[in-house]
């Protein structure tokens, strides 16, 4: 799921909203353990770059590189490089959301002669930056991927003026209608953004339980849906039909690839939902 959505190398564009950046709350990762890191799978491919997998997770995997997808469900994009939306996005935390954005060169709007520019994520250091046998002693920003799981949070004010804008538009103008699955998101955005943060931290363990539909460009759900990584236990994954989420009954749940893929050709697909304005 997730957000983090949580969950998790995101989004400097949102960040021009520095007002609302500086008030953000961190929401913080579990320490990887070595123990942790032990029980991880290992790499079946050749990388250029290892980071650790999205949210919460400790397991190493490959960086996605200068121009491919990425979103906070994908991994973290390469150094140097940060994942952006499109330029012209309505709502550019769902373009990641759905992973959609693209790795790109870090664009510096620091003046000249300050500080290191300021990171809003206070995530656990990244062990893979350090060594995967090594423990982070201490919490330090991530560079790479500045707040991917308290992205999310900037949703609240994209939803205040989406709302707004709903609110003085003609009713006699139709507005494109969501499929299923983009209703479900918007239905969990929503609940999200209400939520209340009575601390620095956030209520991880609600946030957490809360599954982040993953709706394809089309707005079908993807073949294969997860859950965030919580404490560095990989999330679980489990194959659904496109149309309707509904999970497919032969497919394993699985903390892994289920290779939703192989169970594609032999699905009886139900009809889609009809779609409502």
């Given amino acids: ?27 913080r990762c579990a320490s990887c353990t070595a123990e942790r890191q032990a029980a991880c799978p290992m790499l079946t491919e050749t990388c250029s770059e290892i980071v650790r997998e999205p949210g919460c997770g400790c397991c190493p995997v490959c960086a996605r590189q200068e121009g491919e ?11 140097g490089l940060r994942c952006y939306p499109k330029p012209d996005s309505d709502l550019p935390l769902e373009v990641l959301i759905q992973g959609l954005g693209r790795c790109g060169r870090k664009v510096d709007n620091e003046p000249a002669g300050s500080a290191e520019p300021r990171e809003v994520s206070g995530e656990v250091q990244d062990p893979l930056d350090i060594g995967l046998t090594e423990i982070p ?3 330090k920003p991530t ?6 799981e308290s992205a999310v ?5 994209q939803l ?18 969501l499929s299923q699955c983009q209703q479900e998101l918007d239905q969990v955005l929503e609940r999200i953004s209400k939520m209340p943060f009575s601390d620095n931290r956030g209520p991880l363990e609600d946030l957490y339980s809360i599954h982040i539909p993953n709706c394809d460009k089309k707005g079908q ?31 394993p749940l699985i903390r892994g690839d289920p290779n939703c893929n192989q169970y594609f050709d032999d699905l009886e697909m139900d009809p889609p939902v009809e779609p409502q304005n």
């Fill in 1 to 27: 799921m997730m957000l983090f959505y949580v969950s998790c190398s995101l989004l400097l564009a949102l960040l021009t909203f520095s007002g609302a950046a500086r008030s953000e709350m961190v929401f």
């Fill in 69 to 79: 997808l990425c979103g906070v469900y994908t991994p973290r994009c390469s150094s």
């Fill in 137 to 139: 002693p201490v919490r």
């Fill in 143 to 148: 560079k790479d991927s500045p707040w991917k």
């Fill in 153 to 157: 949070l900037q949703h609240h004010q």
């Fill in 160 to 177: 205040k003026s989406k709302m707004r804008y709903h609110k003085v538009e003609d009713p006699k103008v139709l507005r494109a209608k």
């Fill in 221 to 251: 759900y993807n073949l294969k849906q997860c859950k965030m990584s919580v404490n560095g236990h990989r999330g679980e994954c489990w194959c659904v039909n496109p149309h309707t989420g509904r999970p497919i009954p032969t497919s």
